[in-house]
């Protein structure tokens, strides 16, 4: 079945800096690729995806890469808030897009100001 | 729009009793809930697929006749932790996904149980 692999676990960045996130998955024919924000004792928040047939997407100061031949992809946050701070997770659907999501271990990013 | 709740958002019971959690799409129609569950300081783990009118799709290793799925509507899906224990206090949360077909999930706010 799909595996999604994610690092580092922990991350701290200085308010300003640039912050990566890296996954990897193991099903090819998996094609939906979801980050998640989660504070603590909340849901997780949906801040981007990206589908197969697209190799980067951005949204204001958040972007994510997708290369399918090496099955990476990545989260990149830049100019750090405090606010950023939180627990990042990545996914990637089971085959299709629709199905559930596998998700990465979690990245618990620590921005100082 | 594209909202899930849940209900309880907490619950505290004893050992060997069965706790109801509710999910429900607000505002769209479901075809598809997902289950998971979240320990302390851990990764969402899928618990099972539920769609709606047919039996739920069990991940290995998830028990179901301890985990009851029953998806009766598109906008109701119930998990039914039966004879609960002390191992099974998590944080449970259930997501959707629209019948429109887009491929975004999107997640209730959680249960927290607590087995004594």
């Known amino acids: 079945g799909e595996n999604v692999e994610q690092h580092p676990s922990t991350l701290s960045v200085q308010e300003g800096d640039s912050a990566v996130i890296k996954c990897t998955y193991s099903d090819s024919a998996s094609n939906y690729f979801p980050w998640y924000k989660q504070e603590l004792g909340k849901r997780p928040q949906l801040i981007i995806d990206i589908r197969s047939n697209v190799g980067e997407k951005k949204d204001q100061r958040i972007a994510v890469t997708l290369n399918k031949t090496a099955k990476h992809f990545s989260l990149h946050i830049t100019e750090t808030q405090p606010e950023d701070s939180a627990v990042y997770f990545c996914a990637a659907s089971i085959g299709q897009a629709g199905t559930a999501l596998i998700f990465g271990k979690g990245t618990t990013l620590s921005v100082s100001s | 729009g594209a909202v899930v709740s849940q209900h309880p958002s907490w619950v505290i019971c004893k050992s060997g009793t069965s706790v109801k959690i509710e999910c429900r799409s607000l505002d769209f129609q479901a075809t598809t809930m997902f289950w998971y569950r979240q320990f302390p300081k851990q990764s969402l783990m899928l618990m099972a697929t539920s769609n709606e009118g047919s039996k739920a799709t069990y991940e290995q290793g998830v028990e179901k006749d301890k985990f009851l799925i029953n998806h009766a509507s598109l906008t109701l899906s119930t998990l039914t932790v039966t004879s609960a224990h002390p191992e099974d206090s998590s944080f449970y949360i259930c997501?959707?996904?629209?019948?429109?077909?887009?491929?975004?999930?999107?997640f209730g706010p959680g249960t927290r149980l607590t087995v004594l």
């Open positions: 997501s959707a996904s629209s019948v429109v077909g887009t491929d975004t999930q999107y």
